[in-house]
């Protein structure tokens, strides 16, 4: 069995976490099931570890995540109690015994926000680090995984605009070299190019052991320059033909990063601050390039089995391995704040917007560009927007109404990277009251 072989065998279940989900990447057409090897069930013996103390491997189902969203959407749209409740004083209570139910059941911290045109509800319970003290509060920030790539494909479209690029235009035309096929910019922020997300083949490349579960998430500290991620998308099995499906692709976004900075001549956190976050309004966020936080903040830990390794702590996790893929931090205030300014016009025009918004593959999940939509539970044949995120131990969800009135936003820190769904907490406690409290 060849290294890469190994390291998704003896590590399937925290290489879930490096294709964490909708947050950080997924292959989801049967081409591209068909091009990876599945992640075998077993048992592996890590360094230094007795059998067993190892967890078992996690069959990895990149789209549990978006799912499990849109599961709970539906599941809010088919109760009429949605419609009942409504003294704000009820909605209120019953959301916040959700978030506290999500603790309870084993999330480390949980904070939440509904906003309507009558509500507007914020929560938080649990602690803001594993073996911590210190109570998570509505307005802590947490890392957003992939909610950082809806506002990376806001900057490229920004540049579409100024007439710097076209969806036409080729990555290789701008960095050459940079991927192993030519693809369009349209075809990276649909995840139509069929580049591979390629996240493990950055950790295997850090990693001593390949099934030292230990080393594995002591090298998500490390640093990942543009040249790591480079070669590793040249590592990685590409795909699909590029145009021929969806396949959900960090490497597709670090690239788009790699592309603005070169155009503009800036760092990313630059033109996210003065082009998103400032004019979003997003006071609280930020696209950090090394693991030190200062102030409060939502660190990310993973929980591998009762049975197994047990919990880690990912506080030293460093952003660079996300890079424009998802290493964004922000608060579900301001997470609310950009979904508005996107859906509005705020940041580009309406026709961008609309263009955004505009499924171009309905396989899996309705993806436009950066962007998904699922049914609104509140109202037949209308959509919400957004996106979701997992880091390898936090997940996101950030949702809003077209008309930027209703707003969903959720940040879990405490992550069931476990064989078992039902190991920890079940997300739909809290996402089903939301998704109801906005109809």
Excluded at 25 to 47: D, F, N
Excluded at 144 to 150: C, F, I, L, Q, R
Excluded at 319 to 336: Q, Y
């Amino acid at each position: 069995m060849n290294a890469h072989r190994r390291v998704r065998a003896a590590l399937g279940v925290v290489v879930a976490g490096a294709l964490p989900l909708t947050g950080a990447g997924m292959a989801t057409t049967a081409s591209a099931a068909s091009a990876v090897p599945a992640t075998p069930a077993v048992t592996a013996e890590p360094a230094a570890r007795a059998a067993d103390a190892t967890p078992a491997a996690a069959v990895d189902d990149p789209l549990a995540l978006s799912r499990q969203v849109r599961d709970a959407a539906e599941q809010a749209a088919s109760a009429p109690a949605a419609r009942t409740l409504t003294a704000d004083a009820g909605i209120r209570r019953q959301l916040d015994r959700a978030v506290s139910t999500l603790v309870d059941d084993g999330a480390v911290a949980v904070t939440a926000r509904v906003e309507t045109p009558d509500l507007t509800w914020s929560g938080a319970d649990g602690v803001r680090e594993l073996g911590g003290h210190a109570p998570a509060r509505a307005d802590d920030p947490f890392r957003v995984a992939s909610n950082t790539k809806p506002m990376i494909a806001m900057l490229v479209m920004q540049e579409i605009e100024q007439g710097t690029w076209t969806l036409d235009t080729s990555v290789e035309d701008v960095l050459p070299g940079a991927l192993p096929q030519d693809v369009t910019i349209e075809q990276l922020l649909s995840h139509t190019s069929g580049a591979p997300t390629a996240s493990e083949y950055l950790i295997l490349d850090k990693m001593q052991d390949p099934t030292d579960i230990d080393e594995y998430f002591e090298v998500l500290g490390e640093h990942y320059s543009d040249g790591d991620h480079v070669r590793a998308v040249h590592t990685a099995p590409w795909m699909l033909e590029p145009g021929t499906g969806f396949s959900y692709s960090n490497a597709g976004f670090v690239t788009l990063g790699m592309m603005l900075e070169k155009v503009n001549r800036t760092d990313l956190d630059e033109l996210l601050e003065e082009r998103v976050f400032e004019p979003a309004g997003m006071r609280r966020s930020d696209y950090p390039e090394s693991p030190r936080k200062r102030g409060p903040f939502l660190a990310d830990a993973a929980y591998t089995g009762a049975d197994g390794a047990g919990w880690y702590s990912i506080r030293h996790f460093d952003p660079t391995l996300f890079r424009a893929a998802g290493a964004v931090t922000s608060t579900t205030k301001d997470l609310a704040a950009f979904n508005e300014a996107l859906v509005t016009g705020e940041l580009v025009e309406p026709e961008t917007v609309a263009d955004m918004l505009t499924p171009r593959s309905a396989e899996t999940i309705e993806y436009g560009l950066g962007t998904y939509r699922l049914p609104d539970p509140c109202v037949p044949g209308e959509y919400l927007y957004g996106h979701d995120g997992a880091s390898f131990g936090t997940l996101s969800v950030n949702l809003t109404s077209l008309d930027g009135e209703r707003q969903v936003s959720l940040g879990v820190t405490g992550r069931n990277v476990t064989a078992d769904p039902e190991a920890l907490y079940d997300l739909s406690d809290l996402l089903v009251p939301m998704f109801e409290a906005t109809c």
